[in-house]
């Protein structure tokens, strides 16, 4: 099955710098690779996703890429602001199936 | 659109009795809806996949007597954790797919005293 290997774990960055966050993926058959956020007591919030057949996405402060060939895709957060800060998921999955989940990573933007 | 909802947000039991957990698609069908934990400072880990009008599959390690799960309509998931124990205590989080993206309840918090 899928495995997803996320990092950093924790990443503290004053505001207006950059975050990137890496996730590795174990089955080429993945094609869906989605982003989220969740803030403390709440469930994940999708923020930005890619598919397969793209190399890379952008959404105004953030942006994915994808290599295929690699497996691996990152986030990036650019202008980073306080209210950025949360934990950030990545997952992979193929059409129809569940999400598979990496560990997580702590993002702190201090002011 | 793509809303996801739970109830309740949040439940306290004793030990020995059952909950039950409502996941619904406010404003689209999905046919499949999945079920998660998350502990403390942990992700999210899969524990099965409803699907409507057949059996759930779950994951190795997930008791489906225990942890069951109902999906009776195109909007509408349910998890019934019986006998409920304090190490069943978590954050339960459901989510609903629509054309491969999947979109997450607010999630429901669980504490069995």
């Known amino acids: 099955g899928e495995n997803v290997e996320q990092h950093p774990s924790t990443l503290s960055v004053q505001e207006g710098d950059s975050a990137v966050i890496k996730c590795t993926y174990s089955?080429?058959?993945?094609?869906?690779f989605p982003w989220y956020k969740q803030e403390l007591g709440k469930g994940p919030q999708l923020i930005i996703d890619?598919?397969?057949?793209?190399g890379e996405k952008k959404d105004q402060r953030i942006a994915v890429t994808l290599n295929k060939t690699a497996k691996h895709f990152s986030l990036h957060i650019t202008e980073t602001q306080p209210e950025d800060s949360a934990v950030y998921f990545c997952?992979?999955?193929?059409?129809?199936?569940?999400?598979?989940f990496g560990k997580g990573t702590t993002l702190s933007v201090s002011s | 659109g793509a809303v996801v909802s739970q109830h309740p947000s949040r439940v306290i039991c004793k030990s020995g009795t059952s909950v039950k957990i409502e996941c619904r698609s406010l404003?689209?069908?999905?046919?499949?809806m999945f079920w998660y934990r998350q502990f403390p400072k942990q992700s999210l880990m899969l524990m099965a996949t409803?699907?409507?009008?057949?059996?759930?599959?779950?994951e190795q390690g997930v008791e489906k007597d225990k942890f069951l799960i109902n999906h009776a309509s195109l909007t509408l998931s349910t998890l019934t954790v019986t006998s409920a124990h304090p190490e069943d205590s978590s954050f339960y989080i459901c989510?609903?797919?629509?054309?491969?993206?999947?979109?997450f309840g607010p999630g429901t918090r669980l504490t069995v005293t």
């Open positions: 989510s609903a797919s629509r054309q491969n993206e999947q979109y």
């Open positions: 089955d080429s058959a993945s094609n869906y």
């Open positions: 890619i598919r397969s057949n793209v």
């Open positions: 997952a992979a999955n193929q059409a129809g199936t569940a999400l598979i």
């Open positions: 404003d689209f069908q999905a046919t499949t």
């Open positions: 409803s699907n409507e009008g057949s059996k759930a599959t779950y």
